[in-house]
């Protein structure tokens, strides 16, 4: 089916990318409604509550290696099964700009009698003028680029509102950057809380094994 925006118009590729883009350097930049949940390894956790959606959860932390080469491991999605426990693997629907705008189906593991969840996402990478970057991923797949891909077997098809990355310069020192990891993910049928609240929680932190996996350690 077309995609929409909240105002319900269908709107093309290049109107989603900017959209979400600007939405996910909003919701890293501003404090207004979040709340701080926990910390580790100075990555801070913070969630916002959205009324009649799942909340967001957001997680920030410094990395030692400069915005490019953050942005240059986080789109790879091979490399998610380094930070993402609930990873299982993913394909390839619809190759847009190769490494910058991709359809996919992105599959996560099942567990405690869960079923395994699958994610039809649109993803895509933006950089501003200010040297901020953000590569995100959402279920809203543009009109101009849908797909139909079928629910893989024994799989239960979740909605992503918004999953990604945004890379902020650090002023004065070019090889830092600030990355937030933003969640918000409806993962569709009933799950046990106990494991929603452990997708909200650990996702966000896989900071902390980018930052392993780019710099040998975890602060």
């Not at 593991?109 to 200010?130: C, H, N, S």
């Not at 077997?153 to 090889?175: A, C, K, N, T, Y």
Request: proline residues 6%.
């Amino acid at each position: 089916s077309p995609s929409r925006t909240g105002a319900g118009h269908v709107h093309t590729m290049e109107a989603s990318l900017s959209r979400y883009a600007s939405l996910f350097v909003k919701l890293a930049s501003s404090n207004e409604g979040w709340e701080k949940i926990s910390e580790k390894s100075g990555v801070q956790l913070f969630q916002k509550a959205e009324e009649g959606k799942p909340p967001i959860n957001k997680g920030v932390g410094i990395v030692n290696k400069p915005p490019l080469e953050v942005l240059a491991y986080v789109r790879l999605h091979t490399n998610r099964k380094e930070w993402d426990t609930f990873y299982a693997d993913h394909k390839i629907v619809k190759e847009i700009e190769p490494g910058f705008k991709t359809i996919l189906s992105m599959r996560s593991k099942g567990q405690f009698g869960v079923w395994p969840r699958e994610f039809l996402l649109f993803t895509a990478v933006k950089e501003f003028e200010d040297g901020t970057i953000v590569a995100f991923g959402t279920s809203d797949v543009p009109a101009d680029v849908a797909v139909d891909e079928p629910v893989p077997e024994g799989h239960v098809r979740g909605h992503v509102l918004i999953s990604g990355f945004v890379i902020q310069p650090i002023d004065g020192q070019p090889d830092k950057c600030l990355l937030s990891n933003l969640v918000q993910v409806d993962v569709g049928g009933w799950i046990p809380g106990a494991v929603v609240n452990r997708v909200n929680t650990e996702q966000p932190y896989g900071i902390i094994a980018i930052r392993k996996a780019l710099t040998g350690s975890e602060v």
